[in-house]
């Protein structure tokens, strides 16, 4: 018996584990479904139906199948800091976490400080291997962050307000004084981009081939860099502009104003997708979540706002400066505001960030960009004194795709890479707030009116609802049967009412329309200007 | 405190040796890849476009005959070999892969009409205009492999002679009897120089003949009095007769779904009919503009290949109102034969100009042996093409074809024409008494009756 008994737990055991690994799955599932099914319900035709339903089942099975790789089959896990006891993680020092992290990483946390030609600015490759460093005062270098070596320097001897790599690390674009460059690798200008003017912001959409540009004017350009055609010359008309990030999610361009206005734009409008007010008072740093329905943005208000860009509202507001703002693949935000960097993490899963980290450089230092690492723990840190490189544990994607960004690329798989991307290049007008309504039907515009079977139908309903209605028991006489039938017939008519309304109308405009043919028909044309103008 | 950091060494990613593969990591994440579906969408434009450029269905012409080709039978034992059949009484063997005669039967006197052959490929049957019947036995295939520069011709096995001319002849595919049509259908045993049995309904000539490739006793032959008649071997009297508006040239039975064949009709259309329904067509396949003069259903049973009067060969879904493709050169003529190869990949036709020309199925398809790795990739392209084929681009690109100018005016034409019956039979409708005019259905319009 008792045997019988423990053999009957053990299976009881083993059971809710298998649950519980198939709860965790379809929850993982989730994300590789990409929303909801169709509703096949409503489908009248019952072949398509039949395909679609083949469709969905076929959708299901690919996303259980990915969701079973991604929990069994990535080689990395997740960073972390987790604070034991009575410390608090954004009390931890770099120091401190260097110390505590293997000796591969603690190499990863460095400062370098180059006092003479900042302040700084920085930029990563997709793959997070390479990085460009660019100082105001014309210093260009390109450093190779998995051997830490410096792939090259060049001095330009002239301002660089931004640096930006194009779609590997053989090209990167520095908005200097007047223009635009292009330089390869080897510090070979390649092309001056005279038509973009004296830039303030560069970005590279890199699924579009496009270089998107700011200049001092607010002029939005974007020129493929591909086939060297301006695709889009753009003018805000809101005036000077330093702030410019593309949302990942779709492509889209956003620039923050003097105004307090953020603005976004597609290249193939000439007026912005969205206009919103976001502070009083200039905005100084956004930034988008790489799933690309919340945008943070700060004021010099004293404010950094999160926005849904779902329905365009604040989800948050803090009260806090920042100078620069970025978010991590893992959804951490970075703030860069004087010396103080602070990194805060949405722990609740609510979008409601609460501080994670903090790092403050040397007195006197002015940070002036921060950019995580893609698929490292790492950020970056340009400021006035040089760069510098910090840990976050928990900011990178730990897994990645060798087809999408590979930090171990050899020179033959980045040009076999290369190809493949030029042949997917996207065209500008697959840039829109919404990326997943390609290949889907538009809803239809009209809405349809019920026909009248359904309005007579309806009526009746109403009418036999306002019969069975119950009466209260009145007193006094009032509870007389006459009194009551009077009061169940005015319910039907207040029921009616509303109905037949709708119906005089429909009709009197039905008749108008005739009326208005008929007198278009009785006159000849040249007589029908004479005719009476109906009094209204 | 705890803390963890990403962290990866290179030689846990990097392959140990350089002729090791490079390793390969997958990360799934949807938030990886943005614009995921626009990016698919360039794929599918991209690989129409690509289907379009390799488009080159025409693989070669096999020329030899002295007058136009009038009919072809497959060779279902043997996957390169295919027998013609012309109308100056020659008969040849092709291999298909070296395009060569590889051996001529000589005998008939007048055209050849109907070739066939028996279903284990040994023998080979054919008829003519000069009231014979002949059986042939089949080289074997060893003989198909060796040299191709002696002139191989053979003797008839046996020579029936009878009554009338035959115009086509079937073979059944289970068992040794064979069914010729001529002024009434008979049936033939191989063995026995008379037809054990003959077949009579009305007067008229039946012009072509085949049989159900699922039930054995069961054929079906179209005559010149417009009528399609379905017989059945085992009762001695025909079984049922379809009347049409215009002559049927051809049949073929869809050889996955038996019940189901397809008439190729004189009136440009392909009526695709179950057998056990013969008041209306399962399908009307339109696009000729000429008399349709042969079908053959490909041996998957999701196409059928026809060939036309209009110098045109055509490719149906078996479903499909529309062909999904027409080949046509300047050098063909008006097509009298077609065939579907027994591993459905290629297409055969015969036409007035002498020549066979062989085509292949899937007009940008590659051939030879494709690697893992390109037949994926292909895959993939279809199912991305597919899932976008609704969209303005894709569907565009992939339904344009380049049409002789003829056949594009004549297509104008027809379809000018046909508009304006429409219209008419609209006004007629709207100027009728309600219900005295009920709309018919284009797969009933071309039937006149069905006969029990």
Request: hydrophobic share 35%.
């Amino acid at each position: 018996m008792g045997t019988e008994q423990e053999d009957s737990k053990s299976e009881k055991v083993v059971s809710s584990a298998d649950k519980d690994i198939t709860d965790e799955l379809d929850l993982i599932a989730k994300k590789y479904l990409r929303g909801d099914g169709a509703n096949l319900e409503v489908l009248k035709d019952k072949k398509l139906r039949g395909q679609l339903a083949v469709r969905e089942e076929l959708y299901s099975k690919s996303a259980k199948a990915a969701a079973k790789a991604e929990k069994w089959l990535n080689p990395c896990g997740e960073g972390y800091l987790e604070a034991e006891g009575l410390e608090k993680p954004w009390r931890a020092k770099q120091p401190s976490i260097v110390h505590e992290v293997d000796i591969l990483s603690s190499r990863k946390a460095f400062d370098i400080v180059l006092p003479e030609l900042g302040p700084y600015t920085v930029d990563y490759t997709s793959s997070g291997r390479y990085m460009a460093v660019a100082g105001r005062k014309g210093h260009l270098a390109i450093m190779d962050m998995k051997s830490m070596d410096l792939v090259k320097e060049l001095q330009v001897r002239e301002t660089v307000r931004d640096v930006v790599f194009l779609h590997n690390e053989l090209y990167f674009a520095a908005a200097q004084k007047k223009y635009p460059y292009i330089y390869n690798r080897e510090g070979t200008e390649l092309h001056c981009l005279k038509e973009h003017g004296a830039v303030q912001k560069l970005q590279f959409l890199k699924n579009h081939f496009l270089l998107a540009t700011v200049n001092k004017f607010g002029q939005l350009h974007y020129q493929d860099i591909t086939m060297g055609d301006m695709v889009a010359n753009l003018r805000t008309g809101l005036g000077r502009c330093d702030v410019m990030q593309v949302n990942p999610f779709n492509a889209v361009v956003g620039l923050g104003h003097t105004c307090g206005k953020v603005t976004m734009w597609k290249p193939t409008s000439a007026v912005p997708l969205v206009k919103m007010l976001c502070h009083h008072g200039p905005i100084s740093a956004m930034a988008y979540h790489p799933g690309g329905n919340l945008m943070a943005t700060a004021g010099l208000d004293r404010k950094i706002k999160l926005w849904d860009l779902r329905k365009f509202e604040v989800l948050h507001t803090y009260s806090c400066h920042a100078k620069t703002l970025q978010f991590s693949q893992k959804g951490l935000l970075a703030i860069g505001n004087g010396s103080l960097v602070q990194i805060w993490k949405d722990s609740s899963g609510d979008q409601n960030y609460s501080r994670y980290m903090s790092h403050s450089m040397a007195k006197g230092y002015q940070v002036g960009k921060v950019m995580f690492q893609p698929y490292e723990d790492v950020l970056g840190l340009g400021h006035s004194m040089g760069m510098s490189c910090i840990l976050v544990p928990g900011s990178g994607e730990p897994n990645f795709d060798s087809w999408v960004a590979n930090p171990f690329e050899t020179s033959k798989q980045r040009r076999e890479k290369e190809v493949h991307s030029l042949l997917d290049k996207l065209p500008p007008e697959t840039i829109m707030l919404d990326p997943t309504k390609i290949g889907t039907m538009r809803p239809a515009r009209k809405k349809e009116q019920p026909s009248k079977q359904e309005m007579e139908a309806e009526m009746e309903a109403a009418i036999a609802a306002a019969k069975s209605a119950p009466f209260k028991k009145k007193t006094k006489g009032r509870n007389k049967p006459s009194r009551r039938e009077k009061k169940k017939q005015e319910g039907v008519v207040k029921a009616k009412r509303p109905f037949l309304d709708q119906q005089m109308k429909e009709e009197e405009h039905i008749s108008k329309k005739k009326q208005r043919i008929s007198e278009e028909v009785q006159l000849p044309k040249a007589l029908q200007r004479f005719a009476r103008k109906k009094v209204v | 405190m705890k803390v963890k950091v990403i962290s990866r060494s290179t030689e846990e990613f990097t392959r140990e040796r350089s002729n090791d593969l490079q390793r390969v990591f997958r990360n799934f994440d949807p938030n990886l890849r943005p614009q995921e579906k626009a990016t698919e969408y360039v794929r599918a434009v991209n690989s129409a476009k690509l289907e379009k450029i390799f488009a080159k269905p025409f693989i070669g012409a096999m020329d030899g005959h002295f007058d136009a080709v009038s009919c072809m039978a497959k060779n279902p034992n043997h996957l390169k070999g295919i027998f013609s059949g012309s109308m100056d009484g020659d008969i040849r063997l092709w291999d298909m892969a070296s395009r060569q005669t590889v051996c001529q039967f000589p005998g008939h006197q007048g055209a050849v009409r109907g070739l066939t052959a028996s279903t284990d490929g040994r023998i080979l049957v054919s008829c003519g205009t000069d009231c014979t019947v002949r059986l042939w036995k089949v080289p074997n295939s060893s003989v198909m492999e060796s040299d191709e520069s002696s002139d191989n011709s053979s003797e008839p096995l046996a020579v029936y002679v009878w009554k009338n001319a035959f115009w086509a002849v079937d073979h059944q595919w289970e068992g040794d009897q064979f069914a010729t049509a001529g002024a009434q259908v008979d049936i033939w045993d191989h063995n026995r120089s008379e037809p054990i049995r003959s077949f009579e309904w009305g007067k008229d000539t039946a012009i072509s003949v085949r049989f159900n490739p699922g039930e054995p006793n069961v054929l079906a032959t179209s005559a010149s009095d417009r009528s399609i008649i379905l017989y059945d071997l085992r009762l001695s009297s025909p079984v049922r007769k379809l009347i049409m508006k215009t002559k049927t040239n051809s049949i073929s039975w869809n050889p996955m779904e038996p019940m189901n064949f397809t008439a190729a009709n004189e009136d440009c259309n392909c009526y695709s009919y179950d057998c056990r329904k013969l008041d209306e067509a399962k399908c009307v396949h339109k696009d000729h503009v000429s008399a349709v003069m042969d079908i053959d259903y490909s041996p998957t049973g999701r196409e059928f290949v026809t060939g036309s009067y209009d110098r045109t060969v055509r490719i149906f879904q078996y479903n499909g109102g529309h062909s999904r493709e027409i080949y046509h050169t300047k050098r063909m003529q008006r097509v009298f034969c077609v065939k579907f190869s027994c591993d459905a990949s290629y297409v055969i036709s015969g036409s007035d100009d002498t020549n066979l020309r062989l085509w292949k199925a899937k007009a940008s398809e590659q051939l030879g042996v494709l690697l893992p790795r390109e037949r994926k990739k292909q895959e993939y392209l279809e199912a991305v093409k597919n899932r976008y084929k609704h969209l303005p681009e894709v569907k565009r690109i992939v339904r344009h074809r380049h049409l002789p100018k003829p056949i594009y005016k004549a297509a104008t034409l027809r379809r000018t024409m046909t508009e304006a019956d429409r219209r008419k039979a609209e006004r007629r409708k709207a100027h009728s008494a309600p219900g005295s005019m009920p709309t018919e259905p284009m797969r009933k319009k071309r039937i006149i009756k069905e006969v029990e």
